[in-house]
Each structure stands twice: as structure tokens, then as C-alpha cells.
């Protein structure tokens, strides 16, 4: 049966909270891809997995502690940018630390072997409804600012020295969409772990930027991948008795490889009708 898993109670949780993601990852993706901050993603997924840790060592609700761990990860980045540090060695240096403080903290922490490895390799079919409140919420305002300052990030997102002699607050901006990825983590984290965080944001992303579609377009289709790939990755779960996070991913994966395939079998579109597409989109 087509769905299967949806029978069961885990599994429309499941498929809430995976669809909450999906789209929230997807969204966001596309500007980090395009703006070459892939890694951010990764970055702060580590940063998350100190707050995690914190939360364990605590007896705070982990994903509560998270968030308070990629917001000061985010503001850590852009104070290091402020002290021109280059945004790779920022994320690395942030990444560094997180993973410092969550290893120190899991070492002195009794009895969390398993919800540690629930947090690195994800545990979608057994989140709960306090995790599924949160990513709502979570995902809401995410989204919710995304859409407030669209034409303001495509803006930032095709030239951004020119945003910055428009007027645009380019550096504010900045750290607030900083701040809206690392939320993004933490929802994501559930849902494929903390070593596969990225993957979800990047992957759909990057699939759908191959087919140089105008910038509203490749982020609903980015959507519409991930979506998909949740549903499918979550079906061959239960079918097959696999990682659902893996699955997920794997799925995303194939995607990509499709998507490049179509790419390569389309005609070349001029550079040029591209970026007045984007410059539409922009100005919309």
C-alpha cells in the first residue's frame, strides 16, 4: 500500500514535522547556494550539537538549548566577519567550537549514548509532539521572514554590493538570515541528524539552480523536490526497514542526478536572460 506508514500515529507525525522541514530547508537553500555559503548549514549544525549537548548535560530539553546555541553560533560568524575574518574561516572556526563544547560536555554526561546518536543520525519516525510544535513554530517564522524581506535577500543574493549602495542594510540582513538558517538546523536535526543537516538544504537547492529557472520558480521547485523526497525517503523507510534520514537523502540525491541529466539535454539559455529573469523576480 502506497503510504503505508501513515497508518500509524509515529508516522503522520513523522510526515508533519518532514514536510515542515522540507520546505523550510529548501526555501532558505537556494539563496545559501547561490551565495556560495553552502557550509554555513554544516557549520551551525555542529553549533547545534553543542547545544545539544548542553541541554543533555543540563536536563534542558536538547532542541530548547540548540536554539540558543545556533543563534549565539550565528552572531559569533558575523562578529568574526566584523573583525574580517573570511566567512569560510568564520564557519570553520564556530564549527570547531561547537563540536569542542559538545564533545567536552557529552564526555562528562552520564547515560546519553542513545539520545546522542538520536540527534547525530536523526529519529524522524520517533519525534513527538513537543517536537512537532517546535518545528511548526520554528518553520512558521522562518518562513514567515523569508517572504517579509524577499526582494530584499534576492536582492542581496544577485549583487550584493549594489543592495549596499542602493541603501540596503546588506551587514543586518545578513546576520538575520544567519540567524533563520541556524533555526532551520534545528528543525532539520530531527529529522536527518546532525550529520546529514546540510544535505537538505543544499542538495534540492543546488538541483534546481542547474535548470536556470527564473529565482521564484527554482525555489518552489527546490520546495517541491524536498518534498518529495521526504514522502519517498519515509516510505522506503518503512518498507525496507531503513534510516529514514539516509533514505531521505539518498533520494535528494538521485533527484540532483536527474536534474543535472535534464540540465545537460536542455538547450543553453543565454547568461544574460537569466539574470533579467532573476532581476524580475527581484523587482516583483
Known amino acids: 500500500m502506497v503510504l503505508e506508514f501513515l ?36 557549520g551551525l549544525s555542529h553549533v547545534a550539537f553543542g547545544g545539544i549537548a548542553l541541554g543533555l548535560f ?45 564533545i567536552i560536555l557529552i564526555s562528562v554526561t552520564q547515560n546519553v549514548a542513545v539520545d546522542v546518536l538520536s540527534f547525530l543520525f536523526g529519529t524522524i519516525l520517533g519525534i513527538n509532539q513537543t517536537d512537532i510544535y517546535l518545528a511548526i513554530v520554528l518553520g512558521v517564522t522562518v518562513i514567515s521572514i ?6 530584499e535577500w534576492v536582492a542581496i543574493t544577485i549583487d550584493a554590493e549594489f543592495a549596499r549602495v542602493s541603501g540596503l542594510p546588506v551587514s543586518a540582513l545578513e546576520l538575520v538570515f544567519t540567524i533563520l538558517t541556524g533555526l532551520t538546523v534545528v528543525v532539520a536535526m530531527r529529522l536527518v541528524g546532525v550529520l546529514l543537516v546540510s544535505s537538505l538544504i543544499v542538495i534540492p537547492a543546488s538541483a534546481m539552480i542547474q535548470l536556470k529557472m527564473p529565482f521564484r520558480k527554482t525555489v518552489l521547485s527546490a520546495c517541491g523536490i524536498a518534498v ?19 533514505s531521505i537523502v539518498l533520494v535528494t540525491i538521485c533527484c ?29
Do not use: E
Open 7 to 42: 497508518s500509524y500515529q509515529f508516522g503522520v507525525r513523522a510526515l508533519i514535522g518532514g514536510l515542515i522541514v522540507a520546505i523550510t530547508c529548501s526555501s532558505l537553500g537556494v539563496f545559501l547556494v547561490l551565495r556560495r555559503l553552502s557550509l554555513i548549514a554544516d
Open 146 to 151: 523569508l517572504l517579509l524581506f524577499w526582494k
Open 256 to 284: 540532483f542526478i536527474l536534474a543535472a541529466i535534464v540540465a545537460r539535454l536542455l538547450p543553453k539559455i543565454p547568461k544574460k536572460s537569466v539574470q533579467g529573469s532573476w532581476d524580475h523576480q527581484c523587482n516583483r
Open 228 to 246: 518529495v523526497s521526504v514522502i519517498a525517503g519515509l516510505q522506503l523507510s518503512f518498507t525496507y526497514d531503513i534510516a529514514p534520514g539516509g
Open 58 to 102: 543540563s536536563g534542558i530539553y536538547p532542541l530548547y538549548t540548540a536554539v540558543v546555541g545556533v543563534v549565539l553560533g550565528s552572531l559569533g560568524i558575523h562578529g568574526l566577519g566584523k573583525l574580517r575574518v573570511a566567512s569560510d574561516a568564520a564557519i570553520a572556526i564556530m564549527f570547531a567550537t561547537g563540536l569542542a563544547i559538545g
